[in-house]
């Protein structure tokens, strides 16, 4: 009888009449509910509420009679035709009487480290859901002021992803929302982050995860809390840039029941509790003044004041992610945000919500083939003996171009020209990431297989017969020099190679000796590319340089462009860091000295620890490099260095106007460099005297390398 009854109770919950779905979202807020908070209730993901309220699905048994209660109930509290009361607030002290604030001035452009921080005005403090009520039963919201009204574009998150903390307490947030924060111990700080502040952001996937909210402390910030203005004067602690674990803060953390992350409390420490429910609890934290802000990555960002130092993170974080250690860190976390490795499948045999994979990310951690594994790893330590010098027939080698042309090798013409005029790519690594097919699962070996130029894998190959003209570097390896016999290229090489072969007409076959392949492929690497690229073109025409500009405004923009907005720069300078860190990320070393060659270390444990995945990257860059240089010789261009991404040329100009060749009408040569803010273009990297190329080239030294006339890094972008 009891399953008659509930069948005819699902028949009834199956009817439901609910309102819609714009009803539906009035009357949660009117409440003062969150979607979180509801889908905690009926114990479902935000996303399913997300999509209710947008009317793209329709709630199912058992929720569905449970959801239909709640909105009849809050139908008769908060009728269409009635003022919205305010919302219902845990017992605390009164508060005292606000006066209402003055209207606010015409908002001031961004300024350096000298602006001079806003005078806040008061405005009626943010009431907490019944959520945070219930978690902080008797501490008041928090305060807010500001300097000018704050767009608000996520409202589980009216905040912002950040905020920057001064030493008597207030708060900077981006758009120029100003918090005054009450707590004067770190877990007092993390427990109104999380509760009253109403910082945090969005997931980026419908599968992801909230990203965790992001305190910025300044050095009088930090004292405040009791940590030291910079790092400690002990040798062995300013090497690990960590605090000591028997510090009093991290003792006020552990006695909270609050947790750090095995790295411990540095320049960016992260303070969590184990997830309920399915929510986060953790609260990120950046001290600047330990070095949090890597000059070579944020620029003048460490030294901007408060106000300025929250709007150049908020950009990045609106346009990347929120900022979550280096930007190592922060390009891989934006890999894994974008394309989560799980997700709630419904197991149909037991109706119930489990963990599946989501299509076309990494799932699960696997080990690389023998050649792609670095010297330390487990896989080598087992094949060869210690200290073994592997050779191109024993390991991957796919690195980013160093080559110098022999200075023999220069002709007639190119010795009556003034100038070495060196040209960069944007971004070319995220450039090569571009529709780059990687693999997704576990490496299989075969031997003598067939190359397939769509099956990603590591492919050991002769490919020393493909002989080009020595004015050019060799597209196969990074020191530019031709193969001299078998080795292993990813899939990118080989294919290109196979390009070359019909384009040179050579009597050649590819026949590849044995291979580890992957069969499960896929695009992973194409949400992150175009959420990096947009921030990039987004960023450069901040800063005056947009799509619509060529030839010499171009130029002329790229001169200026470091010094239309200082903040914006270090934003530029982070969005480029994020992009050769994350891809250097996918092969990370082991580090610390306490490591020993053969052991495990903690980077092989992430599904994002794939050196195969790096390797095709910089071979697909390499190979782009190497296309293009190609195609100018057609024109009779030949570079005389290269390095990475940095292509050097021999001009009778000082600027690349003068060199890159160009069709009768005026256009670029189709498939040669062509100038422009795209990843891809290039642009202008330096230029010098012919004779001073000359002399490093005798030296044997990389013109490259010095054509801006600073030292250049040699791994891109």
Same mark, same amino acid.
């Given at each position: 009888?009891?399953?008659?009854?509930?069948?005819?109770?699902?028949?009834?919950?199956?009817?439901?009449?609910?309102?819609?779905?714009?009803?539906?979202?009035?009357?949660?807020?009117?409440?003062?509910?969150?979607?979180?908070?509801?889908?905690?209730?009926?114990?479902?993901?935000?996303?399913?509420?997300?999509?209710?309220?947008?009317?793209?699905?329709?709630?199912?048994?058992?929720?569905?009679?449970?959801?239909?209660?709640?909105?009849?109930? &809050?139908?008769?509290?908060?009728?269409? %035709?009635?003022?919205?009361? /305010?919302?219902?607030?845990?017992?605390?002290?009164?508060?005292?009487?606000?006066? @209402?604030? @003055?209207?606010?001035?015409?908002?001031?452009?961004? !300024?350096?480290?000298?602006?001079?921080?806003?005078?806040? =005005?008061?405005?009626?403090?943010?009431? @907490?859901?019944?959520?945070?009520?219930?978690?902080?039963?008797?501490?008041?919201?928090?305060?807010?002021?500001?300097?000018?009204? !704050?767009?608000?574009?996520?409202?589980?998150?009216?905040?912002?992803?950040?905020?920057?903390?001064?030493?008597?307490?207030?708060?900077?947030?981006?758009?120029?929302?100003?918090?005054?924060?009450?707590?004067?111990?770190?877990?007092?700080?993390?427990?109104?982050?999380?509760?009253?502040?109403? &910082?945090?952001?969005?997931?980026?996937?419908?599968?992801?995860?909230?990203?965790?909210?992001?305190?910025?402390?300044? /050095?009088?910030?930090?004292?405040? +809390?009791?940590?030291?203005?910079?790092?400690?004067?002990?040798?062995?602690?300013?090497?690990?840039?960590?605090?000591?674990?028997?510090?009093?803060?991290?003792?006020?953390?552990?006695?909270?029941?609050?947790?750090?992350?095995?790295?411990?409390?540095?320049?960016?420490?992260?303070?969590?509790?184990?997830?309920?429910?399915?929510?986060?609890?953790?609260?990120?934290?950046?001290?600047?003044?330990?070095?949090?802000?890597?000059?070579?990555?944020?620029?003048?960002?460490?030294?901007?004041?408060?106000?300025?130092?929250?709007?150049?993170?908020?950009?990045?974080?609106?346009?990347?992610?929120?900022?979550?250690?280096?930007?190592?860190?922060?390009?891989?976390?934006?890999?894994?945000?974008?394309?989560?490795? =799980?997700? !709630?499948?419904?197991?149909?045999?037991?109706?119930?919500?489990?963990?599946?994979?989501?299509?076309?990310?990494? #799932?699960?951690?696997?080990?690389?083939?023998?050649?792609?594994?670095?010297?330390?790893?487990?896989?080598?330590?087992?094949?060869?003996?210690? %200290?073994?010098?592997? #050779?191109?027939?024993?390991?991957?080698?796919?690195?980013?171009?160093?080559?110098?042309?022999?200075?023999?090798?220069?002709?007639?013409?190119?010795?009556?020209?003034?100038?070495?005029?060196?040209?960069?790519?944007?971004?070319?690594?995220?450039?090569?990431? %571009?529709?780059?097919?990687?693999?997704? $699962?576990?490496?299989?070996?075969?031997?003598?297989?067939? +190359?397939?130029?769509?099956?990603?894998?590591?492919?050991?190959?002769? &490919?020393?017969?493909?002989?080009?003209?020595?004015?050019?570097?060799?597209?196969? #390896?990074?020191?530019?020099? =031709?193969?001299?016999?078998?080795?292993?290229?990813?899939?990118?090489?080989?294919?290109?190679?196979?390009?070359?072969?019909?384009?040179?007409?050579?009597?050649?076959?590819?026949?590849?000796?044995?291979?580890?392949?992957?069969?499960?492929?896929? =695009?992973?690497?194409?949400?992150?590319?175009?959420?990096?690229?947009?921030?990039?073109?987004?960023?450069?025409?901040?800063?005056?340089?947009?799509?619509?500009?060529?030839?010499?405004?171009?130029?002329?923009?790229?001169?200026?462009?470091?010094?239309?907005?200082?903040?914006?720069?270090?934003?530029?300078?982070?969005?480029?860091? #994020?992009?050769?860190?994350?891809?250097?990320?996918?092969?990370?070393?082991?580090? $610390?000295?306490?490591?020993?060659?053969?052991?495990?270390?903690?980077?092989? /444990?992430?599904?994002?620890?794939?050196?195969?995945?790096?390797?095709?990257?910089?071979?697909?860059?390499?190979?782009?490099?190497?296309?293009?240089?190609?195609?100018?010789?057609?024109?009779?261009?030949?570079?005389?260095?290269?390095?990475?991404?940095?292509?050097?040329?021999?001009?009778? $100009?000082?600027?690349?106007?003068?060199?890159? @060749?160009?069709?009768?009408?005026?256009?670029?040569?189709? $498939?040669?460099?062509?100038?422009?803010?795209?990843?891809?273009?290039?642009?202008?990297?330096?230029?010098?005297?012919?004779?001073?190329?000359?002399?490093?080239?005798?030296?044997?030294?990389?013109?490259?390398?010095?054509?801006?006339?600073?030292?250049?890094?040699?791994?891109?972008?």
């Amino acid at each position: 009888m009891s399953e008659l009854f509930d069948a005819v109770d699902a028949l009834i919950a199956k009817r439901s009449v609910l309102p819609s779905p714009a009803e539906r979202e009035r009357l949660r807020k009117a409440h003062g509910l969150t979607q979180d908070e509801l889908a905690d209730a009926l114990r479902i993901r935000r996303a399913t509420v997300v999509s209710w309220e947008k009317g793209k699905t329709e709630p199912r048994p058992p929720q569905r009679e449970a959801y239909a209660r709640l909105l009849d109930k &809050l139908a008769e509290l908060y009728p269409v %035709n009635a003022a919205a009361p /305010e919302p219902v607030m845990a017992p605390s002290a009164p508060l005292p009487p606000v006066p @209402p604030a @003055p209207a606010p001035a015409a908002a001031p452009v961004a !300024a350096p480290a000298t602006s001079a921080r806003p005078a806040p =005005t008061s405005v009626p403090p943010r009431a @907490p859901t019944p959520t945070q009520a219930w978690r902080n039963p008797v501490k008041q919201p928090a305060p807010v002021r500001t300097a000018k009204p !704050a767009a608000v574009s996520d409202p589980d998150f009216p905040s912002g992803p950040l905020a920057v903390l001064d030493g008597d307490g207030t708060a900077y947030c981006v758009g120029g929302l100003i918090l005054e924060c009450p707590a004067t111990s770190l877990p007092a700080l993390v427990d109104w982050t999380l509760t009253q502040s109403g &910082l945090g952001a969005s997931r980026l996937h419908r599968s992801g995860k909230d990203l965790d909210p992001l305190i910025v402390l300044t /050095e009088s910030a930090a004292v405040r +809390f009791g940590l030291p203005a910079g790092l400690p004067d002990d040798p062995e602690t300013r090497r690990t840039r960590r605090l000591p674990a028997d510090h009093k803060v991290i003792a006020q953390i552990t006695k909270a029941k609050w947790q750090l992350t095995k790295r411990g409390f540095g320049p960016w420490a992260r303070i969590y509790r184990p997830s309920e429910g399915g929510k986060r609890n953790c609260v990120q934290l950046s001290i600047p003044s330990w070095g949090a802000l890597d000059q070579r990555t944020w620029g003048i960002a460490s030294t901007l004041a408060p106000a300025d130092l929250a709007q150049v993170l908020g950009s990045y974080a609106a346009r990347v992610i929120t900022p979550r250690g280096s930007s190592a860190v922060a390009g891989l976390e934006l890999m894994t945000a974008l394309r989560p490795p =799980t997700r !709630a499948v419904r197991d149909e045999a037991t109706d119930t919500w489990v963990s599946g994979p989501v299509p076309g990310s990494l #799932t699960r951690a696997v080990d690389p083939a023998p050649p792609e594994a670095p010297d330390e790893h487990p896989v080598v330590a087992a094949l060869y003996p210690r %200290n073994h010098q592997r #050779t191109p027939a024993e390991v991957l080698d796919e690195e980013a171009y160093d080559w110098i042309r022999d200075p023999e090798e220069l002709t007639d013409d190119e010795c009556e020209t003034r100038f070495a005029v060196g040209i960069d790519v944007n971004t070319a690594f995220l450039a090569a990431a %571009n529709r780059l097919i990687v693999g997704l $699962g576990e490496a299989v070996h075969v031997k003598r297989p067939v +190359f397939d130029k769509k099956t990603p894998g590591s492919w050991l190959v002769d &490919l020393a017969g493909i002989e080009l003209d020595p004015r050019l570097p060799s597209p196969f #390896t990074p020191h530019g020099m =031709t193969p001299t016999g078998p080795a292993w290229y990813a899939t990118p090489t080989v294919a290109y190679a196979q390009e070359l072969i019909g384009l040179l007409g050579l009597q050649l076959t590819i026949h590849p000796i044995e291979a580890y392949v992957r069969p499960q492929s896929g =695009t992973y690497l194409d949400p992150w590319y175009t959420r990096l690229s947009d921030a990039y073109k987004a960023t450069m025409a901040d800063l005056r340089v947009t799509s619509d500009l060529a030839g010499a405004d171009f130029l002329a923009a790229m001169e200026q462009h470091k010094d239309v907005d200082p903040g914006q720069a270090a934003v530029l300078s982070a969005i480029k860091a #994020t992009v050769k860190g994350g891809i250097g990320k996918l092969r990370e070393r082991p580090q $610390g000295a306490k490591y020993r060659p053969g052991e495990s270390w903690p980077a092989l /444990e992430r599904p994002t620890w794939r050196p195969d995945i790096r390797a095709a990257v910089i071979s697909a860059a390499r190979v782009n490099m190497h296309r293009k240089m190609l195609r100018m010789s057609v024109a009779g261009l030949y570079p005389i260095a290269v390095l990475s991404d940095c292509a050097v040329y021999l001009s009778d $100009g000082p600027t690349p106007l003068d060199f890159l @060749p160009h069709t009768e009408d005026g256009k670029p040569l189709p $498939g040669t460099f062509r100038l422009g803010v795209s990843p891809g273009m290039v642009k202008h990297e330096g230029t010098q005297e012919l004779m001073w190329a000359v002399h490093m080239l005798d030296e044997g030294h990389n013109p490259a390398r010095h054509i801006k006339g600073v030292d250049a890094a040699d791994d891109g972008e």
